[in-house]
Antibody, heavy 122, light 108 residues
Framework: QVQLMQSGGGVVRPGESLRLTCVASGFTFGDFDMHWVRQAPGKGLEWVAFIKFDGSSEKYDPSVRGRFAISRDNSNNILYLQMNSLRSDDTAVYFC???????????????WGQGVRVTVSS | EILLTQSPATLSMSPGETATLSCRASESIGTFLAWYQQRPGQPPRLLIFDASRRATGIPGKFSGSGSGTDFTLTITSLEPDDFAVYYCQQRSNWPPVTFGGGTRVEMK
């Protein structure tokens, strides 16, 4: 079955960096687009970033563009989110998610990790 | 950016009743709308995509309808596990992918 195991969350100060990791299993990782979605405490869902199955294209929400970078290692089935210049409003639970499509982009996060908490506070 | 407005924010229902949730888009998105369920402490679960197509393994009690700017999620015969927060999501014009603010279905 599809599994997405997340790690890397924690507490950091404003301006610092953090890298989130999502290890995939149960499917051919290199055949699927991936997303990061976040949820601030007590709030709704906010899409953060997308990467195509082969890493050839990345998309970002304007609120994180230029500060966050999504990447993937298809040899080791790992998705990353490098977060730089963190701000207090980046505080959230971050979910990695596999798209529902195969090599066709559907923009439908279907399978989700359990989420990791990121807290940005001085 | 396409804005999605969900209403009501909270729906108080009793088990066995039928819940009707609304999602309105700021511009036409065709049928590129999905619905997710999120229970407390859990990640979201895809229920409906393309406005009316149930995702794999989703029971028939969940149904979606609509096109253009107005969409509805209907949940029949509410059971304890159905009391959760429901989000709509559009994929018509992205980035960014956008979600609605959510509707909480709570037990009366």
């Amino acid at each position: 079955q599809v599994q997405l195991m997340q790690s890397g969350g924690g507490v950091v100060r404003p301006g610092e960096s953090l890298r989130l990791t999502c290890v995939a299993s149960g499917f051919t990782f290199g055949d699927f687009d991936m997303h990061w979605v976040r949820q601030a405490p007590g709030k709704g869902l906010e899409w953060v970033a997308f990467i195509k199955f082969d890493g050839s294209s990345e998309k970002y929400d304007p609120s994180v563009r230029g500060r966050f970078a999504i990447s993937r290692d298809n040899s080791n089935n790992i998705l990353y989110l490098q977060m730089n210049s963190l701000r207090s409003d980046d505080t959230a639970v971050y979910f990695c998610a596999r798209d529902a499509g195969g090599r066709t982009t559907l923009v439908l996060p279907k399978y989700w990790g359990q989420g990791v908490r990121v807290t940005v506070s001085s | 950016e396409i804005l999605l407005t969900q209403s009501p924010a909270t729906l108080s229902m009793s088990p066995g009743e039928t819940a009707t949730l609304s999602c309105r888009a700021s511009e036409s998105i065709g049928t590129f709308l999905a619905w997710y369920q999120q229970r407390p402490g859990q990640p979201p679960r895809l229920l409906i995509f393309d406005a009316s197509r149930r995702a794999t393994g989703i029971p028939g009690k969940f149904s979606g309808s609509g096109s253009g700017t107005d969409f509805t999620l209907t949940i029949t015969s509410l059971e304890p596990d159905d009391f959760a927060v429901y989000y709509c999501q559009q994929r018509s014009n992205w980035p960014p992918v956008t979600f609605g603010g959510g509707t909480r279905v709570e037990m009366k």
